[in-house]
């Protein structure tokens, strides 16, 4: 195990009707006007919003809204939320949504208190300061709820880039699992798809001797494994929504991740994709992650053969590790597509022409080097292989 800090300071407020406090946290964490930042109608016509903004008005605490945040999250809406919350005189951004709202207004929170453009910082700048934030989750997927990350799209270019920083982790996240309840099976599934996907690029380490961290992602595997077929079942089963909200959490506000090295080179090459196709995060994850661990699994068979016996119920077979490996990437890529996720580029809505074009991207785009990975380093060669493996 690899020497180590972690801090995770965010305040967690989770179960039914805990939106109706919100007024309460942003009081208590020191906001005395707020932004609230939101994406499209659904946060309206649920009631959600006006619940919020009445806990708000209960608290006497002001706010302005900006909406219009949209999955893959674009960097045009930040600088109009900077400009805003400048403008307006605001101290606290309250998040209510998704993984992309959520990571819009850390990006928002961010710029506000920076004098250059906050882009600089979605190209290796360091975060030193922010605005605090707190968010009312809606999907759980991304687990920005309780992360120091942020991943936001520059128009210009197309670049879709992530950041993180201790100084935009959430000052507190509400977590009503019944807020995820009317979200369609696609969304749920793709949700489902992205908080596995946080845990593969996690146990996909080249630290030896982490058996804490590696049982503490087996068993939010395996959790993922058991509740994703019964809320597609019933996307009213509470206590599913609830099991797969807080493992979202605990996938990504990296507990899971520290003392070993980590991978994230699915996430990587999947960024490309929802950048030009604007695809879903997790669907596109669903294509990627089954072509990436396929090409890579050679460099440390044995961790892809662990994962399949624990996680996926495989037989160990010693003499050819190489096939129990296999065994589980296909088991992992079977739930996928039982959940719902696409199989394929085809399904994604990619094209086969285009692959020259990820790949540039990929490997050269906003000050890359020509490689990508963690786990493996990948040049352009290798990348263009594993996209054409998706088709």
């Given at each position: 195990?690899?020497?180590?800090t972690?801090?995770?300071?965010t305040?967690?407020v989770?179960g039914?009707?805990?939106?109706?406090?919100?007024?309460?946290?942003?009081?208590?964490?020191?906001?005395?006007?707020?932004?609230i930042?939101?994406?499209?109608?659904?946060?309206?016509?649920?009631?959600?919003?006006?619940?919020v903004?009445?806990?708000?008005?209960?608290?006497?605490i002001?706010?302005?809204?900006?909406?219009?945040?949209?999955?893959n999250?674009r960097?045009?809406l930040?600088?109009?939320?900077i400009?805003?919350?400048?403008?307006?005189k605001?101290?606290?951004?309250?998040a209510?949504?998704?993984?992309?709202?959520?990571d819009?207004?850390?990006?928002?929170a961010?710029?506000?208190?920076?004098?250059?453009?906050?882009?600089d910082?979605y190209?290796?700048?360091?975060?030193?300061k922010?605005?605090?934030v707190?968010?009312?989750?809606?999907?759980?997927?991304?687990?920005?709820?309780?992360?120091?990350?942020?991943?936001?799209?520059?128009?210009?270019g197309?670049?879709?880039r992530?950041?993180?920083s201790?100084?935009?982790?959430?000052?507190?996240?509400?977590?009503n699992?019944?807020?995820t309840?009317?979200?369609p099976?696609?969304?749920?599934?793709a949700?489902?798809?992205d908080?596995?996907?946080?845990?593969?690029?996690?146990?996909?380490?080249?630290?030896?001797?982490?058996?804490v961290?590696?049982?503490?992602?087996?068993?939010?595997?395996?959790?993922?494994?058991h509740?994703?077929?019964?809320?597609?079942?019933?996307?009213n089963?509470?206590?599913?929504?609830a099991?797969?909200?807080?493992a979202?959490?605990m996938?990504?506000n990296?507990?899971?991740?520290v003392?070993?090295?980590?991978?994230?080179t699915?996430?990587?090459?999947?960024?490309?994709?929802?950048a030009?196709?604007d695809?879903?995060?997790?669907?596109?994850?669903a294509?990627?992650?089954?072509a990436?661990?396929?090409?890579?699994?050679k460099?440390?068979?044995?961790?892809?053969?662990?994962v399949?016996?624990?996680?996926?119920?495989?037989?160990m077979?010693?003499?050819?590790?190489?096939?129990?490996?296999?065994?589980?990437?296909?088991?992992f890529?079977n739930?996928?597509?039982?959940i719902g996720?696409?199989?394929?580029?085809?399904?994604?809505?990619?094209?086969?022409?285009?692959?020259?074009?990820?790949v540039n991207?990929?490997c050269?785009?906003n000050?890359r080097?020509?490689?990508?990975?963690?786990?493996?380093?990948?040049?352009?060669?290798?990348?263009?292989?594993?996209?054409?493996?998706?088709?």
């Amino acid at each position: 195990m690899e020497n180590f800090t972690f801090y995770s300071p965010t305040f967690f407020v989770f179960g039914k009707d805990s939106e109706n406090q919100t007024g309460d946290y942003v009081k208590k964490f020191g906001g005395s006007k707020v932004l609230i930042h939101f994406g499209g109608k659904s946060a309206k016509t649920s009631g959600l919003l006006d619940r919020v903004e009445s806990s708000l008005k209960n608290a006497g605490i002001p706010y302005v809204c900006l909406g219009g945040v949209k999955p893959n999250p674009r960097s045009g809406l930040v600088y109009e939320g900077i400009d805003l919350c400048k403008k307006e005189k605001v101290d606290f951004i309250l998040a209510v949504g998704g993984g992309s709202t959520i990571d819009s207004a850390k990006a928002i929170a961010a710029g506000v208190l920076y004098d250059g453009d906050f882009w600089d910082f979605y190209s290796g700048k360091m975060i030193e300061k922010a605005l605090p934030v707190g968010t009312v989750l809606t999907i759980a997927a991304a687990g920005s709820e309780g992360s120091p990350d942020s991943v936001i799209t520059k128009e210009e270019g197309m670049f879709k880039r992530g950041t993180g920083s201790d100084a935009i982790r959430p000052k507190f996240s509400i977590l009503n699992p019944a807020l995820t309840q009317t979200l369609p099976p696609y969304q749920t599934a793709a949700g489902i798809t992205d908080i596995m996907a946080h845990l593969y690029e996690r146990y996909l380490t080249n630290t030896k001797d982490v058996e804490v961290t590696d049982r503490l992602i087996e068993a939010l595997l395996l959790t993922m494994k058991h509740e994703g077929p019964r809320v597609i079942a019933d996307p009213n089963n509470y206590e599913a929504r609830a099991n797969i909200m807080w493992a979202g959490m605990m996938a990504h506000n990296n507990s899971c991740g520290v003392g070993r090295s980590q991978d994230w080179t699915s996430h990587d090459v999947e960024h490309e994709l929802s950048a030009l196709y604007d695809c879903a995060h997790g669907a596109g994850l669903a294509v990627t992650m089954p072509a990436v661990f396929k090409y890579v699994m050679k460099h440390d068979v044995m961790r892809f053969a662990k994962v399949a016996v624990r996680v996926w119920g495989c037989q160990m077979d010693f003499d050819h590790p190489e096939v129990t490996a296999l065994e589980g990437i296909e088991a992992f890529r079977n739930y996928l597509i039982s959940i719902g996720m696409p199989k394929n580029f085809a399904e994604l809505g990619a094209k086969e022409e285009d692959i020259p074009k990820l790949v540039n991207v990929l490997c050269h785009g906003n000050g890359r080097t020509g490689t990508v990975g963690g786990f493996v380093t990948l040049n352009e060669d290798d990348c263009a292989k594993i996209y054409k493996m998706m088709i």
